[in-house]
C-alpha cells in the first residue's frame, strides 16, 4: 500500500527548499530596510549649486591666512585656529558631519580662550570618518576637511 504524498518525505522536502529562500529572502529585506544607509541627500541639487559658494569661502579663508588643528581630550574636542591676519579669535560655528550615518551629525558654537582653543564637550567618544566644517557667526570664510578619529597627536585639519 502507498502511503498519501503528505505522509512521505519527498514532497516535503522539495517543498521545503523554496519556502527557506522565501523565508530568507523576507528577512533580509526587513533588515535592509530598517537599516539603510543614507548617502544621497535629498537635496543634491542645492548641495551642488551651494559647492561655488564654499569654494570661494575656502579661497577667502586662505587669502586670510586660516587654518585649523584638531587634539582629542577624553570626551573633548580642542579646535586651534591660527586666526592669520584676522584681529581676534571669533566665535565659530563647527559642523560635524558623518560619512554614512546622518543621524550623528551635529552643529555647535564654540567660543575662544585666550589662546585660540575652542573646546567642545561631548557626551561620548567620536570614532571614525567625519567631515569637519568650520565657519564665523558672519560665514565669511570657511576651513573644512576630513577627519578619523579618535586622534592621537594633534592634526591638521586638510580639505
Do not use: C
Request: net charge negative; hydrophobic share 40%; aromatic share 12%.
Amino acid at each position: 500500500m502507498v502511503k498519501p504524498w503528505y505522509k512521505q518525505f519527498w514532497p516535503w522536502f522539495l517543498i521545503a527548499l523554496p519556502a527557506t529562500v522565501v523565508i530568507w529572502t523576507i528577512m533580509t529585506v526587513i533588515v535592509f530596510t530598517q537599516n539603510s544607509v543614507d548617502l544621497v541627500t535629498e537635496d543634491y541639487y542645492k548641495k551642488g549649486k551651494g559647492i561655488n559658494v564654499d569654494i570661494s569661502k575656502v579661497n577667502v579663508a586662505k587669502e586670510l591666512g586660516l587654518s585649523a588643528s584638531l587634539n582629542e581630550k577624553g570626551n573633548s574636542v580642542i579646535i586651534t585656529l591660527d586666526k592669520g591676519k584676522l584681529d581676534h579669535f571669533p566665535a565659530i560655528s563647527a559642523m560635524f558631519v558623518h560619512r554614512t550615518l546622518p543621524d550623528r551629525d551635529f552643529t555647535q558654537l564654540l567660543t575662544a580662550d585666550a589662546r585660540g582653543n575652542y573646546t567642545l564637550t561631548l557626551d561620548h567618544h567620536l570614532e571614525g570618518p567625519w567631515f569637519i566644517e568650520l565657519t564665523p557667526h558672519d560665514e565669511e570664510w570657511l576651513v573644512q576637511g576630513r577627519m578619523n578619529f579618535p586622534i592621537e597627536t594633534p592634526t591638521q585639519l586638510t580639505n
